[in-house]
């Protein structure tokens, strides 16, 4: 069956722009993440919806970044204003269950995003 | 504050076994400890989980002690294709709300 996918896989954008990246999760997975991996670096969390519930949004870097899940199944990450240190690959994945149900993630192919 | 804590990078030449160890000191009574491939410009892999003790699958084993403050993840015979970055998972957190993988250990198989 299909995997996850994110859209779009690179994006450049100019500094102080919003940018909004897309994840469509592997279908019937209750639970997506994302995460943010900059250059040689390893995987930040960011964020973990549980159906279309984020219980705890305190991963994400600043009040310029947001994230929601619709219809338990595609969500997106907002960012606003973009900064240069922004820059990275963002990733998204997704599990039946919440990983305390020891539940596998499956990771999409990532989003570059390139804040000039 | 880094929950996991794994080696840099380590060398490795085909044949041999490799181990990779993780500690993760804050590990809660409900968390799994999961074990994820990553290789360059892709998003990681899974390759194994378990709880305790001792978990083995087509891939790798994993080797929990009973305190679970470390795991220890095995791969029987490297090959070039293992050269990918590993990372280690746990959930922390009372309400499971967070994940943090470890730094990742990049692991160079040489011929």
């Known amino acids: 069956g299909a995997g996850v996918s994110q859209s779009p896989s690179n994006k450049v954008t100019e500094k102080g722009k919003d940018v909004e990246l897309r994840c469509d999760p592997i279908s019937g997975h209750t639970a997506l993440y994302w995460y943010r991996q900059r250059l040689g670096q390893g995987l930040e969390f960011l964020i973990y919806?549980?159906?279309?519930?984020?219980?705890?949004k305190s991963g994400l870097p600043s009040d310029r970044f947001s994230a929601e899940r619709t219809g338990e199944s595609v969500s997106t990450l907002t960012i606003q204003r973009t900064q240069q240190e922004d820059s990275a690959v963002y990733l998204c994945a997704s599990s039946w269950g919440g990983l305390a149900r020891g539940n596998e993630q499956f990771f999409g192919p990532g989003t570059r995003l390139t804040v000039l | 504050l880094a929950k996991t804590t794994q080696p840099i990078s380590m060398d490795s030449y085909e044949g041999q076994e490799v181990n990779i160890t993780c500690s993760h000191n804050?590990?809660?009574?409900?968390?799994?400890i999961t074990w994820y491939q990553q290789f360059p410009s892709q998003g990681p892999r899974f390759i194994i989980q378990?709880?305790?003790t001792k978990v083995t699958n087509e891939v790798a084993s994993l080797f929990i002690p009973a305190d679970r403050k470390s795991s220890t993840l095995s791969l029987p015979r490297v090959s070039l294709s293992d050269t990918a970055v590993y990372y280690c998972l746990v959930g922390v957190g009372d309400n499971f709300n967070k994940f943090y993988f470890g730094s990742g250990t990049k692991l160079n198989v040489k011929p």
């Open positions: 919806f549980q159906g279309n519930s984020a219980p705890d």
């Open positions: 804050n590990i809660a009574t409900n968390d799994y």
């Open positions: 378990g709880y305790k």
